[in-house]
């Protein structure tokens, strides 16, 4: 089936540690955007690439990174800076072709121990 | 960063009523989407609309195409339990070329059977 995965479903983080977000997708979408949720405030954008080995910040990068080495695989690295991390993590793609539509994984709850 | 004014924030009925949820906003879209994300899932597409005026049915659901493009109105007939979950409205805007989309606060539905 094609469509979106993210991995880990829940992950939790200790002080001072950097954790890895996983996101793939076999739709051959060229474009991918990694999203923060919090109760009440809709989804926010941290991160977007358009193309392979090319990424830009969103709304609220600071404390995130991303690398796009493979038009399949988008992983977001949450680091030690960003100092509240708990939150709903959503990564999406899409194509030119598309009319804007947006498709989403299922998410990674990421949590502070 | 630009989110929709989305509004009612919440909304708790008795099942068989139906619902009425709507997105508003300063800037002129092209393009209206409304999903629903079930708890611990990602969004999912309900409607899409792209012409002004535009109306739009899914089963049970109706979305418009507000004529000024600066608003979008999503109805509900008939709610029933499984209806529950958030409704998010996502513009984009004429001058995007980077497939981004602006999301509202999303409106919670809770369904009394």
């Known amino acids: 089936d094609g469509g979106i995965t993210q991995s880990p479903k829940y992950l939790f983080r200790k002080e001072g540690q950097n954790v890895t977000l996983s996101c793939e997708q076999n739709l051959n979408h060229d474009a991918m955007y990694w999203y923060r949720q919090d109760p009440g405030q809709g989804l926010r954008l941290i991160y977007y690439?358009?193309?392979?080995?090319?990424?830009q910040k969103g709304d609220i990068a600071e404390g995130y990174s991303v690398s796009r080495e493979k038009k399949e695989s988008f992983p977001l690295t949450v680091t030690s800076a960003q100092k509240n991390p708990t939150a709903f993590y959503l990564c999406?793609?899409?194509?030119?072709?598309?009319?804007?539509?947006?498709?989403f994984g299922a998410g990674t709850r990421l949590s502070v121990l | 960063g630009q989110q929709l004014n989305q509004s009612p924030q919440s909304m708790f009925i008795q099942e068989g009523e139906d619902v009425s949820m709507n997105c508003t906003s300063s800037?002129?879209?092209?393009?209206w989407l409304w999903y629903k994300q079930d708890p611990g899932e990602g969004p999912v597409l309900l409607i899409a609309?792209?012409?002004?005026?535009e109306l739009t049915s899914n089963g049970r659901l109706t979305a418009q195409f507000g004529i000024t493009r600066k608003d979008s109105f999503l109805n509900i007939s008939a709610s029933i339990p499984s209806d529950v979950g958030i409704y998010f409205c996502a513009g984009q805007l004429p001058s995007s070329n980077t497939g981004k989309l602006i999301f509202g606060q999303g409106t919670t539905l809770q369904v009394k059977p």
């Open positions: 999406a793609s899409t194509r030119v072709g598309l009319g804007g539509i947006q498709y």
């Open positions: 609309l792209y012409k002004a005026g």
């Open positions: 800037s002129i879209f092209n393009t």
């Open positions: 690439s358009q193309i392979v080995n090319d990424f």
